[in-house]
């Protein structure tokens, strides 16, 4: 972006070129003319004339070769052009040429260096104090008369122009404060808002409607590894994988002016990591961008994926937990029922000989009997106990028909 100096340094460029180019032209011009009898001049006027177009142009080669455009906006430059208007009237005749034009071009082009009006009043004052000295000098060096109705007319012209240029030149010098104040306040948005774009944590990248990149911040540099400068000016289909449907996944936001989709970044090495591409257009400069906020979900996605597959691990395993459950329960149930029925009958058994009914009993075979009919019954409370855990555990309700089977063992430890 040109800035307003580097307009000013080319336009005062040009404004002396241009001078340069005249020098030239009319020195070719109005020697031949000299020989030829049609302007009146000497040879030492002549010799006048070369000299100072000489030095003048060497002058401005010298500048516009080194670079050194400053030179000039010098007074030593200011008093050159006003030799030069000086010496045209020495050679065209004075008041009788139309010299006095170089002195408006002088006050003209002074609005080049300079947009003050002050600058300009005064070189115009200049130019009208060095033209009326040197027409009136010029009159009496050739032993006419002076003309003060000319030069006063020529004087006014001079001043006229310089009132205008001033006048003009105040006006350009406020339209380009304005314009120096946007471009700074322009300069402070952008530098903020760049201040802005790296120092967000997500990459964010923005790109036209050729979708060519115009912006990326030092994150979205991180993540594609890349230099700012081998990202701005390429295609942002270019750093994402491409399954056939991205082009109309962009056509569709161009459409709408704003989207949410997941891709795929292609990195430098060509690694690939997924994204949610948040992407919304705005205008600026009448031109309509895209930003993309780039939101790395390549992590989420393998939590995602990790917590699925636990999941499933975690199903198995109960299924495999329940049906080690069922296998235990039904040995339980197996081993409660095929138990409980000798168990039965050896409670029986018991029961008559301490009722002696098969015969009378010492007390030492009684004690003896009481202690396998605890042992016994001990044993049917057991089996109980466990299957009432199993049902707790896995679901499954011990059948009514062992419920009740287990009922008198716990009637006949409580009678005992």
Not at 304 to 332: C, G, I, T
Not at 365 to 391: P, Y
Not at 399 to 407: D, M, T, V, W
Request: glycine share 6%; aromatic share 6%; proline share 2%.
């Amino acid at each position: 972006m040109t800035t307003l100096g580097e307009s000013r340094r080319a336009l005062i460029a040009g404004v002396e070129q241009t001078a340069m180019v005249g020098r030239y032209v009319a020195y070719v011009i109005l020697v031949p003319l000299v020989f030829a009898g049609r302007i009146e001049s000497s040879l030492l006027e002549i010799s006048l004339v070369t000299a100072v177009v000489l030095a003048h142009n060497l002058f401005v080669h010298y500048v516009l070769a080194t670079g050194r455009i400053g030179w000039f906006c010098t007074r030593l430059n200011l008093a050159a052009h006003l030799v030069d208007g000086v010496v045209a009237l020495l050679v065209t005749g004075s008041t009788e040429s139309p010299a006095f034009v170089v002195f408006i071009l002088i006050v003209v082009g002074c609005s080049a260096y300079s947009r003050r009006k002050r600058d300009i009043l005064i070189v115009t004052l200049l130019c009208v104090v060095v033209y009326g000295a040197a027409a009136i000098a010029m009159q009496l060096a050739h032993g006419a008369a002076p003309r003060p109705g000319t030069v006063a007319a020529e004087i006014i012209a001079i001043s006229l122009a310089g009132w205008i240029v001033g006048r003009v030149a105040d006006l350009l010098g406020r339209i380009e404060l304005g314009y120096t104040a946007q471009a700074r306040a322009l300069a402070s948005s952008e530098s903020m808002l760049r201040t802005v774009l790296d120092s967000a944590a997500d990459p964010i990248l923005v790109y036209d409607e050729n979708e060519f990149i115009t912006e990326a911040n030092q994150a979205a540099c991180a993540a594609l590894g890349r230099e700012a400068d081998q990202i701005i000016g390429k295609r942002l289909r270019a750093f994402l994988f491409d399954d056939g449907t991205l082009a109309d996944k962009l056509a569709l936001v161009r459409s709408r002016g704003e989207g949410v989709s997941e891709e795929t970044f292609l990195g430098a090495e060509g690694e690939e990591r997924q994204v949610e591409l948040h992407v919304r257009s705005f205008l600026r400069d009448n031109q309509r961008l895209f930003v993309a906020v780039v939101r790395d979900v390549t992590a989420r996605r393998a939590l995602h994926e990790a917590e699925r597959q636990a999941a499933r691990k975690l199903d198995r395993l109960n299924a495999e937990l329940n049906q080690v459950n069922a296998l235990k329960v039904s040995f339980h149930a197996a081993m409660a029922q095929r138990m409980r029925s000798p168990l039965t009958a050896l409670l029986g058994y018991l029961d008559m000989l301490l009722d002696e009914e098969l015969g009378e009993t010492t007390p030492g075979q009684r004690r003896a009997l009481q202690t396998c009919r605890r042992c016994a019954l001990r044993i049917l409370k057991h089996m109980d106990d466990t299957l009432r855990a199993d049902s707790a555990h896995v679901g499954a309700g011990v059948p009514a028909s062992e419920a009740q089977e287990a009922s008198p063992a716990d009637a006949a430890t409580r009678q005992d």
